[in-house]
């Protein structure tokens, strides 16, 4: 798991559990759930790394839709829908994609 030295196993597994079925992803849940929400400036972006997986320094929609899986390989992708929300959340200036201070401040929302 890429957020190993990050987080605790535990925790990423609850927050994983608490948002299976389709639909039920919510972005501020999971960050608190998983503990991202309570960690460093730092710490959130060396997340916002393991998440950018193509290093375009910024996390994009398909980028998005595979959230959970950069957790736990196997992880649901986010449906269309939550992927959305969560964009909308995040891109605070509309350029369609969510950049690093984007990324802080929406874990600490």
């Keep these: 798991?890429?957020?190993?030295?990050?987080l605790h196993d535990a925790e990423v597994t609850a927050a994983l559990e608490?948002?299976?079925a389709a639909g039920s992803f919510d972005h501020k849940k999971f960050f608190s759930a998983c503990g991202l929400a309570h960690k460093s400036i730092d710490d959130l972006k060396k997340a916002?790394?393991?998440?950018?997986?193509d290093?375009?320094?910024f996390i994009e929609e398909d980028e998005l839709k595979l959230f959970l899986q950069n957790f736990k390989s196997g992880a649901r992708p986010l449906n269309d829908a939550e992927t959305k929300v969560f964009l909308k959340a995040g891109d605070t200036d509309g350029d369609g994609k969510i950049?690093?201070?984007?990324f802080t401040t929406l874990v600490k929302a």
């Design 55 to 57: 290093k375009s320094g």
């Design 48 to 53: 916002f790394a393991i998440i950018d997986q």
């Design 18 to 20: 608490a948002c299976k």
């Design 99 to 102: 950049g690093v201070d984007e």
């Design 1 to 6: 798991m890429a957020f190993s030295n990050l």
